[in-house]
């Protein structure tokens, strides 16, 4: 009786040895394959002239070596019983796992192309900031929903967990409002993220004022917006404040700007002189985009005038230069003028 025990003992050993052998052999094929496709892959997406294949290729390498390797198991077990019996206690939960990785490795490449393909470094780049806001919304909205239903999908793979769901889809009442509580944050950020998307209230680059602050969008996501001030700080201002509270948006309708500058000057002062010279100044200056461009007086006391210079410019950098130099020059040309008329008087 001892004697077929072992005798049973070493076939299985045996068998099990065997089926080891078996899928590190497979698997070792898999990858020489895996290597020879890819490697082909390359050399075509290299000689194409767009560079979505190139992503692909690049993005879809690292996971489908796994998934080739999956797939080699998957059809040697199918030969050998003892291996085919191994692979039943992880396929569960591997091919979830590889099939998430493989989408979200597709849905990348396909984001990353896109946003290659928009460029936002045009004078005129509103479009392009409007579809590059779409697609990283959309790609952060994609990924949590892939990464969650991968999860879910590899949690059910073992038993204890779908038994657990078991036993909550009979309180299923209760359930539901614990989750709806608990998931209420996350679930209006998420409607809010895709409502941006929707409705566009402001696009990456935009140049926004909220609560005081005037920033570029740098980035949005699902839950925040990232804002550079000019003064390189970073405010971070939750997706929602940006649908329910008013805030600016200088750049909505395109990207160039209109701005002031204030001069306060003596009630005597000639305003025609005045107009002429900075007319001459901006028109003068290559950051001016020809848009506007006018002198008014806005207000006046017994002890000076305020004068409003508006001029406009492509974008805001191009605005807060032509501002700062308009400004230092009419400074300077009203000393010179002052200089000239109290010279004129002492003459006479």
């Known amino acids: 009786m001892s004697g077929l025990q072992g005798f049973a003992e070493h076939g299985i050993i045996r068998d099990l040895a065997f089926a080891i052998l078996a899928g590190a052999l497979a698997i070792i094929a898999a990858l020489v394959v895996h290597h020879l496709l890819f490697r082909l892959l390359h050399r075509i997406a290299v000689r194409s002239e767009g560079a979505v294949d190139d992503m692909l290729v690049d993005t879809l390498a690292r996971p489908s070596r796994w998934a080739f390797a999956a797939l080699a198991l998957v059809l040697t077990a199918r030969e050998i019983p003892a291996l085919d019996?191994?692979?039943?206690?992880?396929?569960?939960?591997?091919?979830?796992?590889?099939?998430?990785?493989?989408?979200?490795?597709?849905?990348?490449?396909?984001?990353?192309?896109?946003?290659?393909?928009?460029?936002?470094?045009?004078?005129d780049n509103r479009r392009a900031r409007r579809r590059r806001t779409r697609l990283a919304i959309f790609s952060r909205i994609g990924t949590g929903l892939i990464v969650f239903v991968?999860?879910?999908?590899?949690?059910?793979?073992?038993?204890?967990?779908?038994?657990?769901?078991?036993?909550?889809?009979?309180?299923?009442?209760?359930?539901?409002?614990?989750?709806?509580a608990a998931a209420q944050p996350a679930l209006k950020s998420l409607i809010a993220g895709l409502q941006m998307a929707l409705t566009e209230p402001i696009a990456i680059d935009d140049i926004v004022v909220i609560e005081g602050e005037t920033g570029r969008v740098e980035d949005i996501k699902s839950t925040h917006v990232v804002i550079?001030?000019?003064?390189?700080?970073?405010?971070?201002?939750?997706?929602?404040?940006?649908?329910?509270?008013?805030?600016?948006?200088?750049?909505?309708?395109?990207?160039?700007?209109?701005?002031?500058?204030?001069l306060y000057l003596d009630p005597m002062t000639e305003i025609a002189p005045l107009r002429e010279e900075f007319a001459r100044m901006v028109k003068a200056s290559p950051l001016f985009d020809g848009r506007v461009s006018h002198l008014q007086v806005t207000n006046m006391t017994h002890e000076a005038i305020e004068v409003r210079l508006t001029m406009s410019a492509a974008h805001l950098g191009a605005l807060g230069e032509l501002r700062a130099s308009v400004r230092e020059g009419m400074l300077d040309w009203l000393r010179r003028r002052s200089l000239q008329d109290e010279g004129a008087a002492e003459g006479a």
């Open 85 to 123: 019996d191994i692979w039943e206690r992880v396929a569960g939960f591997a091919m979830p796992a590889l099939v998430g990785w493989m989408a979200l490795a597709v849905f990348h490449a396909f984001i990353r192309a896109m946003t290659e393909r928009t460029d936002i470094s045009d004078a």
């Open 150 to 180: 991968t999860v879910g999908l590899m949690l059910l793979s073992v038993p204890g967990v779908r038994d657990i769901g078991v036993t909550l889809m009979a309180s299923a009442g209760l359930v539901t409002l614990a989750v709806g």
């Open 228 to 262: 550079r001030t000019w003064d390189e700080r970073r405010l971070i201002v939750p997706t929602i404040k940006f649908l329910d509270t008013s805030f600016q948006n200088w750049s909505r309708s395109g990207t160039g700007l209109t701005g002031t500058v204030m």
